[in-house]
C-alpha cells in the first residue's frame, strides 16, 4: 500500500495530538504536561482543518489555547508553593486505577461510536457546505438565537461571578 | 467559492512540464508547497533585518548621531553583518535553565509571526493563501506568541525573565480584544473573514478606504494600531523588556542565534501589523483592477502600492518608540480595559447602527451591487 502525500500530513498531524497527549498524562513535571497539552490543542486543530471545518478550527486555537492553556501556564506559573517543579504531577495507584477504567470505559463508547456511524466515501461531498462561516452565522441568529443567547447570559453571568469570587472584600 | 491558494497555482502552472521532465508527482507537491512557505519566511527575515537597519537610522537620527553607516552603501547590509555576528556567538544556555524548553521556546515565537503572514495579501495574486477566516486566523496565530514568552520566560529560571514573560503575556490577551473588535467593524462592512475580498471591496482612491468609510471605522483604525504596538511589546508599552526594571525581560538570558530569533520575529510582527492595518483600513494593494486576472506587470504595480502603505506604518512605529517614554504598567491597564475596550465596543455597535441605517453605505463607499 502506497501511502499518499496527504495521508502522510494527516499521520503526522494525529501524532502530533497524540504524543504529547502521552506526555501530558506520563510527566512528572505539570509545567511539561501543560505545554504538552498546548501542542495536542494543535493538533486537534490541525486536525478539524482536515475535515474542512476551519471555522471549528480556528474557534479549538482561540479558546483553547488562546484561553485555556494560557489560564493553565498563568496559574502554575503564578502558584505560590511550588518547591520543586520535577515532582508536581506525581501518579499514585489510587489515581491510576479509576482513572485507567475511565479511559477504557470512554474509549469502548468512541468504538463503538465509529463502529456505529455510517461514514460517507471519500469523495462524496454532497452536503458539505464549501464556506462554513457564513451557514454558520446564519444558524446562530436565526433558528438557534434563543440558545445561542442563553449561552451568552451564562458566559457573562460566569464573568460577573469570577470578578465577584476575586475582589477583595472592601471594609 | 473555491479559496485561493499559492501552492495549487504553482502546482497548476508548472504541472505539465515537471510531469513531461519526467518529475514525480509527489516531489511536485511537495515543490509546491515549500516555494510559498520559503518565500513569506525570507521575506519575513529580510523585512526584519531592514526594520533593524532602520531602526537604528532612524533613532540615530532622532538623537543627533550618525548611526551604522560602516558596512555597504549607508551602511545597508549592517543587518547581515549583524545576523553573521550572531550565528558566530557562543550558544550559552545557563547551567540553570530548563533545557528542552529554553530551546524550544525560540521556534513558537517565529513560528508564530511566520504563520500570521500566510494570509497577508502583498497585493496582486501575492498571497500563500487566501482563507476565508483570515482575519480571525492572524488574531489568533498571533496569541500563540504568549505561550512562547511563558516558556522562555520560565525556562530561563531568572526572575527577571519570568516577570517579563508574564507581564508580556498580560500585555498580549488584553490587548488582543481591542484590536480584535476594531478589526470587526470592517468584518460588518465587507461581511468577509477573507483579507483579499477585504482589499479587493476597497478601491485606489482614499475615500474608497475602509479608514473613511464612516467616523467609526476612523476611530477604529487608531485604536487597532496603539492596541497593536501594545500587542507587540513595542514602546510605549515595552514592559516585558523595561530595561530599568527587568534588565531585557524574557529573552535577558538568551544569547546568539536563540536571541535574534526573538527580535526577527518582533521585527516580523511589525512588517505583518503594518501590512494588515494597510490592506483592512487603507486599501492595500488595491489599484481598481482585479488582482487575479490583471497581467503580471499591473500586479507587481500593487505589490509596489501595497509596500507603499507599508512602509511608512512601519516607519511610524519606529518613529514613536523614540520619541515617547515608556508608560506605567498600571496606566497601561487602565488604557486598554477603561478606554481602549469601551470605545472599541462602541465603535463596533456604531458601526452596525451606521449600516443599517445608511443601508451599508460609508461616506463616500458605496456598496457594491448584488
Known amino acids: 500500500m502506497t501511502l499518499e502525500l496527504r495521508e502522510m500530513v494527516f499521520i ?13 498524562v506520563f510527566s512528572r513535571n505539570i509545567l511539561y504536561s501543560a505545554f504538552a497539552l498546548f501542542f495536542t490543542f494543535l493538533g486537534t486543530s490541525g486536525l478539524y482543518f482536515f475535515l474542512g471545518a476551519e471555522f471549528l478550527a480556528i474557534t479549538q486555537v482561540v479558546v483553547y489555547i488562546g484561553g485555556v492553556s494560557v489560564i493553565l501556564l498563568f496559574a502554575i506559573l503564578l502558584t505560590r508553593d511550588i518547591d520543586e517543579i520535577k515532582k508536581t504531577n506525581t501518579m499514585s495507584l489510587g489515581r491510576a486505577v479509576p482513572g485507567g477504567v475511565a479511559v477504557l470505559a470512554i474509549s469502548a463508547v468512541f468504538i463503538y461510536a465509529i463502529g456505529e456511524t455510517k461514514w460517507a466515501a471519500s469523495g462524496d461531498e454532497t452536503g458539505v457546505p464549501a464556506l462554513t462561516v457564513k451557514p454558520l452565522g446564519d444558524l446562530l441568529l436565526n433558528k438557534y438565537l434563543f440558545a445561542f443567547e442563553v449561552v451568552s447570559v451564562l458566559l457573562l453571568a460566569v464573568l460577573i461571578g469570577s470578578l465577584v469570587i476575586a475582589r477583595r472584600s472592601v471594609k | 467559492m473555491e479559496q485561493y491558494s499559492a501552492a495549487e497555482k504553482i502546482y497548476e502552472l508548472f504541472s505539465e512540464k515537471a510531469l513531461a521532465l519526467g518529475i514525480p508527482e509527489p516531489v511536485l507537491v511537495i515543490a509546491a508547497y515549500a516555494i510559498p512557505c520559503l518565500v513569506v519566511i525570507n521575506l519575513i527575515q529580510g523585512a526584519a533585518g531592514m526594520l533593524t537597519y532602520a531602526e537604528r537610522k532612524i533613532s540615530a537620527d532622532i538623537q543627533n548621531r550618525i548611526g551604522a553607516n560602516r558596512v555597504g552603501p549607508f551602511g545597508l547590509i549592517q543587518f547581515l553583518a549583524d545576523g553573521v555576528k550572531l550565528f558566530l556567538k557562543e550558544d550559552i544556555i545557563p547551567d540553570a535553565a530548563d533545557r528542552k524548553l529554553f530551546k524550544l521556546a525560540p521556534y513558537i515565537v517565529l513560528s508564530s509571526t511566520v504563520l500570521a503572514a500566510i494570509v497577508v495579501p502583498f497585493g496582486g495574486s501575492f498571497i500563500v493563501a487566501d482563507l476565508n477566516i483570515g482575519l480571525i486566523f492572524i488574531i489568533v496565530v498571533s496569541s500563540l506568541l504568549v505561550v512562547g514568552f511563558l516558556m522562555s520566560g520560565w525556562a530561563s529560571n531568572n526572575k527577571w525573565a519570568l516577570l517579563g514573560g508574564i507581564r508580556s503575556a498580560a500585555q498580549i490577551i488584553s490587548y488582543e ?20 475580498e477585504t482589499v479587493m471591496s476597497q478601491g485606489l482612491w482614499p475615500w474608497q478606504w475602509f479608514i473613511f468609510h464612516n467616523p467609526f471605522s476612523f476611530v ?39 536571541f535574534s530569533i526573538f527580535f526577527i520575529a518582533e521585527y516580523g510582527s511589525i512588517f505583518i501589523i503594518s ?42 512605529i519606529i518613529w514613536v518608540r523614540w520619541s515617547m517614554p515608556r508608560l506605567r504598567i498600571d496606566q497601561m491597564l487602565t488604557m486598554c480595559w477603561k478606554y481602549f475596550i469601551p470605545i472599541a465596543f462602541a465603535c463596533l455597535v456604531a458601526t452596525a447602527i451606521w449600516l443599517l441605517v445608511f443601508n451599508g453605505n460609508g461616506i463616500f463607499w458605496r456598496m457594491p451591487a448584488p
Not at chain 2, 513595542?234 to 530599568?244: H, K, L
Not at chain 2, 488595491?286 to 511608512?312: R, W
Open chain 2, 220 to 258: 477604529a483604525f487608531f485604536i487597532f494600531f496603539v492596541s497593536a504596538l501594545a500587542e507587540m511589546n513595542r514602546t510605549p508599552f515595552d514592559f516585558p523588556e523595561a530595561e530599568s526594571e527587568l534588565v531585557s525581560g524574557y529573552n535577558v538570558e538568551y544569547s546568539g542565534m536563540r
Open chain 2, 177 to 196: 480584544i481591542p484590536t480584535a473588535l476594531s478589526l470587526l467593524c470592517i468584518v460588518l462592512i465587507t461581511g468577509t473573514f477573507s483579507l483579499q
Open chain 2, 275 to 316: 501590512g494588515l492595518a494597510a490592506a483592512v483600513f487603507l486599501g492595500g494593494g488595491n489599484i481598481g483592477l482585479d488582482p487575479y486576472e490583471s497581467p503580471l506587470h499591473m500586479q507587481l504595480l500593487m505589490v509596489g502600492v501595497f509596500f507603499a502603505k507599508t512602509v511608512p506604518l512601519c516607519l511610524v
Open chain 1, 12 to 24: 503526522a498531524t494525529a501524532l502530533l495530538t497524540t504524543l504529547p497527549a502521552l506526555l501530558v
